[in-house]
């Protein structure tokens, strides 16, 4: 059973490792932002979103293992991807936010037009439809961006989540965890 003391527990624990994610994806941001300029910083940014499963996989499995013995339920391993995710997408938002406001975006949105042209092409899209859609996208303001990269990166959750709390879901703790925590406390109790 699930208390209000283990919600704020599990709470506590995300948005710590919310703001660690959120370190791995501004990196990754950045790094895909700037990939205009300097293309050999480009995977870096795929290597951010490619580990970002892994990344809060891990960071569960401290959280297990570490603070609750080895024993986390579905739920319990939801609430904390779920909160993990929204907390490190609130983060990236704002800095995002900042970076389309005061930053450099004319490479982003020349490589955002450039992908518009080839969608125009796919679907057959007349020159005045195609013209219509740049002029959409050019006119998008700092806000729009962050906020439609926020609602992906929480549409991303949606997905991870459950898929990352059901592989690490624990009924019982491995013996390793149990002595482990059992020869902890009897150091303790010698000291």
């Given at each position: ?172 703790a491995h013996k390793h965890i149990q002595n482990g925590n059992s ?9």
């Amino acid at each position: 059973m699930i208390t209000s003391q283990n919600i704020t527990q599990v709470r506590a624990f995300a948005r710590q490792d919310g703001v660690f994610l959120s370190v791995l994806w501004i990196v990754g941001f950045l790094c895909t932002m700037l990939s205009v300029k300097m293309p050999i910083i480009a995977p870096i940014g795929d290597f951010a979103v490619i580990a970002t499963p892994f990344f809060v996989a891990y960071r569960l499995k401290k959280f297990r293992d570490g603070a609750l013995e080895g024993v986390i339920s579905f739920r319990r391993g939801l609430l904390y991807t779920a909160e993990t995710f929204f907390h490190a997408a609130l983060i990236l938002g704002i800095i995002q936010y900042l970076y389309f406001k005061f930053g450099d975006i004319n490479g982003f949105l020349q490589q955002w037009n450039d992908s518009y042209t080839i969608i125009a092409k796919a679907y057959n899209l007349d020159k005045m439809q195609s013209q219509q859609l740049k002029e959409a996208i050019s006119m998008m303001s700092p806000v729009a961006w962050a906020s439609m990269f926020f609602i992906l990166e929480l549409f991303g959750a949606l997905i991870a989540s459950p898929i990352i709390a059901a592989i690490m879901s624990r009924q019982t703790a491995h013996k390793h965890i149990q002595n482990g925590n059992s020869e902890n406390n009897n150091n303790s109790k010698n000291i």
